[in-house]
């Protein structure tokens, strides 16, 4: 079992950055892939990024690439996910996300534990 807690989100105006961290416990934390999603009201859950398990192979949506940065500390037991240049389209709530294997996924289904999410507000 892991549980994951995130934090670090808030109110940011556009063009400004934040970073969320993601602080796991419960297993061992180099022996499963993180990834983020986030829901902003009435769309649907989409995928942001995803790491594997030693940080080597990372993924993002088309939305955030060359904006967002995901990366993780072992060592720490935890994630992050460093956003920069934010838009008011990236407001939503953002959750942290973890799974049984060590490789990247794109898919909520592949992801077997969630936090609690966080929110993340982007004024224009």
């Known amino acids: 079992q892991v549980q994951l807690v995130e934090s670090g989100g808030g109110l940011v105006q556009a063009g400004g950055s934040l970073r969320l961290s993601c602080v796991a416990s419960?297993?061992?934390?180099?022996?499963?892939?993180m990834g983020w999603f986030r829901q902003a009201p009435g769309k649907e859950r989409e995928i942001v990024a995803s790491?594997?398990?030693?940080?080597?192979?990372?993924y993002y949506a088309d939305s955030v690439k060359g904006r967002f940065t995901i990366s993780r500390d072992n060592a720490k037991n935890t994630g992050y996910l460093q956003m920069s240049s934010l838009k008011p389209k990236d407001t939503a709530v953002y959750y942290c996300?973890?799974?049984?294997?060590?490789?990247?996924?794109?898919?909520?289904?592949?992801?077997?534990?969630w936090g609690q999410g966080t929110q993340v507000t982007v004024s224009s």
């Open positions: 996300t973890a799974r049984n294997k060590l490789g990247i996924a794109t898919m909520g289904r592949d992801y077997d534990y």
């Open positions: 419960g297993r061992t934390f180099r022996t499963y892939a």
């Open positions: 790491i594997n398990w030693g940080g080597g192979t990372t």
